[in-house]
C-alpha cells in the first residue's frame, strides 16, 4: 500500500532564506507526483507536476524533484516571501489504479516578514 | 475561466439528518474527484469519476454515503443519514487526460459539521 510521508510537518524561515520540503514515498511505481499549496479555508492549487520518466520541473522560484528509485521528492523554494506561507502538500498518483492519488499529510510553512 | 465551484460552502445540520454537498467541475473535464479531509486522517479520495462514470468508490466509507454525476457538469456527494465523525471539509476536484494525466484543480470545498 503506497504511503506518502512529509518532513517537516511544520518550518518557520525568515524572508528572504531558500528552503527545501521533503517527501518519500514507498512505492516507486508510480505515474506522476505533484506538489499543491493550500491556503486555510481553500482548496489545493497545483504547483507542480512531475512525471514518472522526469527528474524535475521549474516554475519561477520554485524547483521540484523526483528521485523514483529511492522514492524522494523534494520541493525548493528560493528567496522566500511572506507570500510563500501556506501548507505544501505531495501527492502521488500509482501507475496502476487509474487517477487514484494519495497525498501526504503536508508541511505547514510559516515565512517570517 | 471560472475554477471547480462547490456548494455550499459550509453546512452544520443535526445528526441522522441527510447532507447532499453538490460540485460543478471545469468544463472540458472528463475526471471528477470527490475527496474528505480531516485532521487526523489527511486528505482522502472517496471516489471519482471518468465521463460521468464512476470508476472508483473503494474510498468511500460506508453504505451512508453515495455519489452520483447524472452530466458532465454537475456531480453531488449525499450522506444519508449523517454521523458526527462525517464532519471534514469535503473537497471536489476535476481533471482531464490529454496525452498524460493532467493536474487536478480543486474547489474551495464545503465545511461540514454534524452536531
Same mark, same amino acid.
Request: aromatic share 10%; proline share 6%.
Given at each position: 500500500?503506497q ?6 510537518? !511544520? @518550518? ?17 511505481a508510480i505515474y506522476? @507526483? &505533484?506538489?499543491?499549496? &493550500? ?11 512531475? &512525471?514518472?520518466?522526469?527528474?524535475? &520541473?521549474? #516554475? ?8 523514483? #528509485?529511492?522514492?524522494? #521528492?523534494? @520541493? ?8 510563500? #506561507? !501556506? ?6 498518483s500509482p501507475n496502476t489504479g487509474?487517477?487514484k ?13 | ?7 455550499? /460552502? ?14 460543478? +467541475? ?43 454525476? +447524472? ?12 454521523? +458526527? ?12 487526460? /490529454?496525452?498524460?494525466?493532467? +493536474? ?12
Open positions: 500500500k504511503e506518502v510521508t512529509q518532513i517537516p510537518a !511544520a @518550518l518557520s524561515v525568515p524572508e528572504g532564506e531558500n528552503l527545501v520540503l521533503n517527501c518519500s514515498f514507498t512505492d516507486s506522476n @507526483l &505533484q506538489w499543491f499549496r &493550500q491556503d486555510p479555508g481553500k482548496g489545493l492549487t497545483s504547483l507542480l507536476l512531475i &512525471q514518472s520518466s522526469q527528474r524535475e &520541473q521549474t #516554475s519561477g522560484r520554485l524547483n521540484a524533484s523526483l528521485d523514483k #528509485s529511492s522514492g524522494r #521528492s523534494t @520541493l525548493y523554494i528560493a528567496a522566500s516571501q511572506p507570500g510563500d #506561507s !501556506a501548507t505544501y502538500l505531495c501527492a502521488v487509474g487517477f492519488t494519495i497525498f501526504g499529510a503536508g508541511t505547514r510553512l510559516f515565512v517570517k516578514a | 475561466d471560472a475554477g471547480v465551484i462547490q456548494s455550499p /460552502r459550509h453546512e452544520v445540520t443535526e445528526m441522522g439528518q441527510e447532507v447532499t454537498l453538490r460540485c460543478k +467541475p471545469i468544463s472540458g473535464h472528463d475526471y471528477l474527484f470527490w475527496y474528505r479531509q480531516t485532521m487526523m486522517r489527511g486528505l482522502e479520495l472517496l471516489i471519482y469519476f471518468n465521463n460521468n462514470v464512476p470508476i472508483d468508490d473503494s474510498g468511500m466509507p460506508e453504505d451512508r454515503f453515495s455519489a452520483k454525476m +447524472p452530466n458532465a457538469s454537475f456531480s453531488t456527494l449525499k450522506i444519508q443519514p449523517s454521523e +458526527p465523525r462525517d464532519s471534514a471539509v469535503y473537497f471536489c476536484a476535476s481533471s482531464s487526460f /490529454r496525452g498524460t494525466r493532467q +493536474p487536478q484543480h480543486f474547489g474551495d470545498g464545503t465545511r461540514l459539521s454534524i452536531l
